[in-house]
């Protein structure tokens, strides 16, 4: 694949040499663990998306924020690139490392800081896994509503840096609407608070700008994130379905009759039967697909709701509704779904996973022209995503060892994501454009968008050294990916700027 | 009191006249309608905050985008300092026009374009009045959640550009909650979509930076709003306390019981007394302070919430609590809440209206300090604001006819809001900072966030042409502020650099 970071830093850089940042890091933080043998940088090599490597040049592995600080004022006194990085779950490559960088690792911020139950706040630092959140407000009667299935490794500085979704955001929202307040240290190392515990903040909205922004505007520090109380009962709801687009229409059809789902989620005759194959969740197996739809509230509201689902799934032509009848069956038919990708991975040497987002009533036409898409290419796709949200999740199965299958792979994503932009949607929901998408940013912004961009990530580091070459793609790409489509490192419009 | 916008755009304007201004858009945009005679301007020159009053040199009305487009690009080419103005109900300055500046009137885009009840939004001209979207939505059993007072006159333009709130923010959260989607000009002219009808967006969240963003960065043009179902029922419970501090305390418990009312509303005996002077709700006037809380959803749940809430109140030392029987009687325990404003302009001849926010636990505590300072400076001070999510609304009783009175008010409304900033709070809510609290920003934010606020405004306008003067203050100004308080048009440090 191609890395073409430098695009993005390149005259930016001073000629600094390794050798002499890590002796200069040494000196004015002694006590920072700095990785610099091969060996020990190996594991840092990627993130969750795996098939993009790069060996950073340095790995630093602060304790405190004291480390962080000189760190970060360092590398900006010498022009030296930082990536950041937490857990290093992400799926787009957002903390893929630089050769000519530092990858600066958060993991060891673990402090839960406070448990506030009256104000039902969490205040944490960045290393903080998400599922620990829940599991320490759990005494509390509360838990944290962002949900990624990455839940029980990502980081809460990840989450922030990423905007993470998860099942439960179609009720509850995405990261952005769940934190109140980040602390940040910009690259110059100047310590900003955003946001309040108090509603709203004057000026302009700088935490939904950090939530969501991939590393490139500073380093979280801490994060205050809100707790909601966890429901008195959840119940779900499976529905077989004889035909994909039904079940698509069935979901926009659920939200229409007034019901917002705990978790609304879709799963195609391929995801049903890799899935049935590894859980054994007593999935309908000759389905063409199937919703889960979870209820959650108060009692006498999740009876209410599920004779409402059950009415609107019947109408929608439902071959089979069934209700799980106690936690044990909601576990066993949310099992199949929590493992689908694992069991996705078993019936292929490999497969890719899409991450694109569409206005629900688009649901129907954008599966089928998946399904095209699939037919034409003679890759299979298999469909597992958040349907209620219009998150969809298309992982395109395939084999690298076959000569030209990955670059076909990653063609058929590209028009995947193509599709959704074109309907209405965007070409993320949850995992981020990283390193990985940057090519179809080009697709979804056009040049004046793309500078404002640049200009937006200017005012918080003007010298690009915070991650630079994520995210946001130059202009001479765009000009290049527009003109040549990707793999050609050749400039289409070398008079574009450079940014 | 001190106009000193001229900081704001000095140096950056290009020497132009204004007949030479009129004479241009007479003849780029012949259809444009154009004010120009003073009498014709007299009426635009203030907005909701009448205390500020300034002439604007031109008000443009126009009928359609490609007039808007026009008279942006021309006032671009010109240098001309544009201030937009939505239904000017605003509450700080942020509609105050420029003398050296075109007031660019939006309220003749009135029209509801599109009400989709499957997806439950409204795609909206940004003159389309608050009240009316809920009006349009109701056939559909639908509402617009965020209700600022002034719901009846105040537009969704405007509402965005101030992120307004009102009654219902603690549940259903501010305009930024409840925006999907804006078209904009930007001050070059150029159309842009920020946001999307699919979930998140890739690139940094320019949607929640154009939320409260006051006019600086862009006009906007088409916002697509999200619409909730109607609940199926509301209630009201009233509860009366012989002690302001007991109130703000039960504000706070009713939240950690796992309540989150419709709205949580809270009124000092000043205010009580007022308002049952002016509408006769039957408010307890010999009580220190009341408590409204509406709880809406499904019968079952609200009946329950109603038990809780009323216990709660009772643990909280309430003296009285009264169950509003049927919905008459609601409309009537509200009447006295929605009149408090102009019931306390009838019992002093000018009162200067606060907004701050704080953590609710801080409430007793500020509540008490700002009774401290009513006694220190004499002058009556009555509260009536959004309890619940912390976000106050003292108001500072004074008759500007008395020397000194409107600058003690000032004073002492600015004491209010450093209190609020001590207390982890901030300087406003909802109405936005505008003109008016431009030296309390000085107070919020430091040199270095001061700094990176003008970076993010030259990202979109680079010669500070949209509502220059407003919303971020100069550093030159936080030098002075903070040197000398505000009148004093010297600059205590000339050498800082004027943004």
Request: proline content about 5%; hydrophobic content about 45%; glycine content about 10%.
């Amino acid at each position: 694949m191609d890395i073409l970071y430098d695009e993005a830093i390149d005259g930016a850089l001073a000629p600094f040499e390794k050798a002499d940042v890590l002796r200069d890091l040494q000196h004015s933080a002694p006590t920072l663990r700095l990785l610099h043998r091969e060996e020990d940088l190996r594991p840092f090599e990627c993130d969750g998306l795996a098939a993009y490597r790069v060996l950073p040049m340095l790995v630093a592995m602060p304790d405190n924020l004291d480390e962080v600080e000189i760190l970060l004022k360092r590398c900006h006194a010498l022009g030296v690139p930082v990536v950041t990085r937490g857990a290093g779950t992400g799926l787009s490559g957002g903390a893929l490392p630089l050769e000519r960088g530092v990858l600066l690792v958060m993991s060891r911020f673990q402090q839960i800081i406070n448990i506030d139950p009256d104000a039902r706040t969490a205040t944490l630092q960045p290393g903080v896994r998400n599922l620990a959140i829940s599991e320490a407000a759990a005494p509390y009667g509360l838990y944290y509503a962002p949900d990624p299935s990455s839940q029980i490794a990502c980081s809460i500085g990840g989450n922030v840096a990423e905007n993470a979704g998860g099942v439960h955001c179609l009720k509850y929202g995405l990261t952005v609407n769940n934190v109140m307040r980040v602390d940040v240290l910009t690259i110059e190392g100047e310590a900003m608070t955003l946001g309040a515990e108090a509603l709203d903040a004057p000026g302009f909205d700088l935490l939904a700008l950090f939530n969501g922004s991939e590393g490139m505007l500073g380093v979280i520090t801490e994060i205050t994130v809100k707790l909601l109380p966890l429901p008195e009962v959840a119940k779900v709801l499976m529905a077989s379905f004889d035909d994909v687009e039904k079940a698509g229409k069935a979901v926009g059809d659920i939200i229409a009759a007034g019901i917002i789902p705990g978790g609304l989620e879709m799963m195609d005759k391929l995801a049903i039967q890799a899935a049935e194959d590894f859980v054994h969740a007593g999935y309908p197996v000759e389905a063409e697909a199937i919703l889960l739809c979870e209820l959650d509230g108060v009692l006498a509201d999740v009876d209410d709701d599920c004779d409402t689902v059950r009415g609107v799934l019947e109408n929608a032509g439902a071959t089979d509704i069934r209700l799980a009848r106690n936690a044990a069956e909601r576990a066993v038919f949310w099992s199949g779904r929590k493992n689908a990708f694992p069991a996705v991975g078993r019936i292929s040497p490999d497969y890719y996973c899409m991450d694109g987002t569409i206005p629900r009533r688009e649901l129907p036409r954008v599966l089928n022209g998946i399904a095209e898409l699939s037919r034409e290419s003679g890759l299979r796709v298999a469909n597992v995503f958040h349907a209620g949200d219009g998150n969809m999740h298309p992982l395109i199965l395939f084999d690298a060892n076959r000569e030209g299958e990955l670059a076909l792979a990653e063609d058929v994503g590209g028009r995947i994501l193509e599709l959704c932009v074109a309907a209405g949607g965007s070409i993320t929901g949850e995992h981020g454009v990283g390193r990985e998408k940057i090519n179809q940013m080009c697709s979804q912004f056009d040049a004046d968008e793309i500078t404002l961009f640049h200009a937006l990530k200017a005012a918080f580091d003007p010298q690009r050294l915070l991650n630079p070459g994520k995210n946001i793609p130059t202009l001479a790409r765009c000009a290049e990916f527009g003109a040549m489509h990707v793999h050609n490192n050749e400039l289409a419009h070398p008079e574009l700027p450079r940014f």
